[in-house]
């Protein structure tokens, strides 16, 4: 089962590999990653995609930010809701439509 971490924790660990990104003596991002994911007792790649996503989210990598992938699957609910409203909508039409057709006894 997956781990959720704390929002403040995984922001804690990017900031923890950034620093160490930006120290004169700093190795390869890969290699700070190895170093610091199992002090925290995170896996490598976890931190890995922290990170890149973090920095996707400061505009200092391409990608899609963690706003708008949120705003996208929002979007892709309220578009799946409202296919559904529309189909309710068609059936409902077609119901009534088929009643006014049908010949009344008087």
């Known amino acids: 089962m997956a781990v959720k971490y704390e929002q403040s924790f995984k922001d804690r660990a990017v900031r923890m ?3 160490r990104l930006n ?3 700093a190795e390869t991002r ?3 990653i190895r170093e610091v994911a199992p002090r925290l007792g995170v896996a490598r790649e976890t931190l890995r995609r922290w990170v890149n996503q973090a920095l996707v989210d400061e505009g200092k990598r391409p990608g899609v930010s963690t706003e708008e992938s949120a705003e996208i699957r929002r979007l ?3 578009n799946a ?3 559904r409203a529309n189909e ?3 059936t409902a039409s077609a ?3 088929a009643e006014l057709d049908r010949p009344r006894a008087r």
């Open 30 to 32: 890969s290699a700070v």
């Open 95 to 97: 119901f009534f439509a």
């Open 88 to 90: 309710i909508l068609k």
């Open 76 to 78: 892709k609910r309220e």
């Open 81 to 83: 809701e409202l296919r």
């Open 23 to 25: 120290d004169d003596d």
């Open 17 to 19: 590999v950034l620093d």
